[in-house]
């Protein structure tokens, strides 16, 4: 429904869903308050829905919360939320700790726990099923 351009149905399915617990309806309702898609802008729903999409498990939900943390200056936060959505296998909070590694923010060790940790989630993410469904997406 999002994607056709039903926002009051997206939104109230995805209210009742986060109201249910579900971390992937908070993401969307963070998306849509963020954007202002459907509903009005609205920048504490957003964080609010970050943060509960996070603690769910949600790795994108949890990266935007680290960049929303420096965007806002606070570095050792950002660098937190970015060290656990790596763990949850976030290729974009890995990439945002290559950067912090390589400016010094970042102890070579927390990297190599980040890095070993989301190799781990990749690799057992990882099916035959799932590499047979890739191969005939690609065709």
């Excluded at 603690?55 to 660098?79: S, V």
Aim: include cysteine; charged fraction near 30%; glycine fraction near 10%.
């Amino acid at each position: 429904r999002f994607e056709a351009g039903g926002y009051d149905d997206a939104f109230r399915y995805a209210n009742k869903a986060a109201e249910l617990g579900d971390a992937g309806a908070h993401f969307q309702l963070s998306y849509l308050y963020h954007e202002g898609t459907g509903v009005e802008k609205d920048a504490k729903k957003e964080v609010y829905h970050l943060e509960q999409a996070a603690i769910g498990g949600h790795p994108t939900a949890r990266y935007n919360l680290g960049a929303n943390e420096k965007n806002n200056g606070r570095m050792g936060r950002a660098i937190k939320h970015w060290i656990i959505a790596a763990k949850l296998g976030c290729n974009d909070s890995l990439d945002a700790l290559k950067v912090c590694f390589r400016g010094g923010l970042v102890t070579k060790e927390d990297f190599a726990a980040a890095l070993r940790a989301h190799q781990a989630v990749i690799e057992a993410t990882k099916s035959p099923q799932r590499e047979a469904a890739e191969e005939a997406r690609k065709e």
